[in-house]
C-alpha cells in the first residue's frame, strides 16, 4: 500500500488560473523524494494539500490511506513537517515544545529531541520569539522528528541555514532515514540538498508532474541531443521519449528520456547524416534544460 496516493489533482486560488491541474503522485514506503520546479509552480502549494492546510477543488489526496482533511488528527500522528511559517504561541520555550507534543504524540521520544537539541545547539529554556529562522527550522526538524513519524514532510527546509548549520541539519535527516523506516518528500530549490537525501526526483511544471527519474541512474538514462537546426525538427520523428526541443544558436537541442546507447542506434538506423552531439546532464543542468525558458 503507498503511504502517499495523489490522483487527479486539481486545486486553484480565486481569480488565479489553475496551481494544480490533473496531478498524480504516489509515494512507496520508506521512499524519498524530491519535489523540483520553478517558483510558483505550486509545490508548496502541493504540500499543504498534503498536511490537510488547503482542500482539493477536485482529485483526491490520500496519505495512509486516508484524507487528511476529514481525518487530521489520525494522519497527523503520523506525520512530521518542516515548512516555512510554521509557528508556536511566542512565549513557548523548547521545553514547552517538548512537553507539548508528548501530549500530542503517543510515540513522543523525548530522549531523542533532547539528542537532536544537543546535535543543533539549541538552548531549550529559549523561548519560540527569540530564535532566528534558522533556529525555528532546527528546532521544528527535533519536533517533527522525535515522534518518529512514518511520513516526513520538508519544505525548503535549510532555506535560512548558515552553512555549518544547514551541514548539521542535513546530517541529522540522513541519519535518522537511514535508522528509521521513514517516507520523504521535500521541496527545495538547493539541489545539492536534494541529491543528498532522496532517490527520486518529481518535476513539478504546469500544475502536474512533468517527469519523474531515479536521481542515482538519472544521468545514464536522460540525454541531450543536439545537432544543426539544418537538418530541421523532423528528424526528431524517429525519436521517441523527448521531453523538449529547443532552438538555440542554430542548433537543436531536444531533451529526451532515454540512454545514450537507445539514441546511438536510433540515429545510426535513422539519420545518420546529422552530426549529433549526445551529452549527459548534471541534475542542475537536466533542470535548467526542461524547466528553463521556453518550457
Known amino acids: 500500500m503507498a503511504i502517499v496516493e ?39 502549494t502541493l504540500i499543504q494539500l498534503l498536511l490537510g492546510i488547503l482542500r482539493p477543488a477536485k482529485g483526491s489526496v490520500r496519505i495512509f490511506g486516508k484524507d487528511p482533511v476529514r481525518d487530521p488528527v489520525e494522519v497527523k500522528r503520523r506525520i512530521g513537517s518542516v515548512v ?4 508556536y504561541p511566542m512565549r513557548m520555550s523548547g521545553f514547552d515544545l517538548a512537553e507539548l507534543h508528548r501530549n500530542l504524540y503517543p510515540t513522543w521520544d523525548l530522549k531523542y529531541f533532547n539528542r537532536l537539541a544537543n546535535a543543533f545547539e539549541l538552548r531549550e529554556e529559549q523561548v519560540w520569539a527569540e530564535l532566528s529562522t534558522g533556529r ?7 519536533c517533527a522528528l522525535a515522534h518518529h513519524p512514518e511520513f516526513l514532510i520538508l519544505d525548503e527546509p535549510t532555506a535560512n541555514l548558515d552553512p555549518v548549520a544547514r551541514r548539521t541539519f542535513l546530517s541529522v535527516i540522513v541519519e535518522h532515514l537511514a535508522t528509521h523506516e521513514t517516507t520523504l518528500i521535500v521541496s527545495s530549490h538547493q539541489l545539492d540538498d536534494v541529491q543528498r537525501l532522496v532517490q527520486q526526483v518529481a ?9 519523474e527519474a531515479d536521481l542515482a541512474n538519472m544521468a545514464e538514462t536522460t540525454t541531450l541531443l543536439r545537432f544543426s537546426a539544418e537538418h530541421g525538427q523532423g528528424v526528431l520523428n524517429h525519436f521517441e521519449g523527448c521531453l523538449k526541443v529547443e532552438s538555440v544558436e542554430g542548433e537543436i537541442q531536444a531533451l529526451f528520456a532515454k540512454t545514450r546507447q537507445e539514441l546511438t542506434t536510433r540515429i545510426e538506423t535513422h539519420c545518420p547524416q546529422i552530426d549529433a552531439h549526445l551529452e549527459s546532464l548534471t541534475l542542475e543542468e537536466f533542470f535548467l534544460k526542461l524547466l528553463g525558458t521556453g518550457a
Open 136 to 142: 525555528k527550522a532546527q528546532l521544528s526538524l527535533a
Open 203 to 211: 518535476f513539478l511544471d504546469q500544475g502536474h508532474i512533468r517527469f
Open 6 to 44: 495523489i490522483e487527479r489533482l486539481e486545486f486553484g486560488y480565486s481569480y488565479s488560473e489553475p496551481v494544480l491541474n490533473g496531478l498524480d503522485l504516489s509515494l512507496t514506503p520508506g521512499s524519498a523524494v524530491g519535489l523540483l520546479g520553478r517558483n510558483g509552480a505550486g509545490k508548496t
Open 84 to 87: 516555512g511559517g510554521q509557528v
